[in-house]
Nanobody, 123 residues
């Protein structure tokens, strides 16, 4: 079992920045693929970004490319999502997820999920 806990969400004005963190505990492994997803009210959960176990492979949704950066610190069992130039449409609950398989963009490809952290971007 892997437990994931997100933090760093909050209220920010459009154009601002936030950094989300996801701390992993339990049966952790630096070989896990880590991903970030988000879910806005009334919408399905959608892929945001993912990073391979070594940190070399990084993947982003088109909607966040160039604005968000995913990174990981395997020594701390933590993955980060740096979000810059935030827009009101980025408002959502952000979830951290992990899988031992390859990087994926679908929720069904991830085994473990955190409880989520709210990000609200005001216009």
């Amino acid at each position: 079992q892997v437990q994931l806990v997100e933090s760093g969400g909050g209220l920010v004005q459009a154009g601002g920045s936030l950094r989300l963190s996801c701390a992993a505990s339990g049966r952790t492994s630096s070989s896990y693929v880590m991903g970030w997803f988000r879910q806005a009210p009334g919408k399905e959960r959608e892929f945001v970004a993912a990073i391979g176990w070594s940190g070399a492979g990084r993947y982003y949704a088109d909607s966040v490319k160039g604005r968000f950066t995913i990174s990981r610190d395997n020594a701390r069992n933590t993955v980060y999502l740096q979000m810059n130039s935030l827009k009101p449409e980025d408002t959502a609950v952000y979830y951290c997820a992990s899988t031992r398989l390859r990087v994926g963009v679908r929720t069904s490809e991830y085994d473990y999920w955190g409880q989520g952290t709210q990000v609200t971007v005001s216009s």
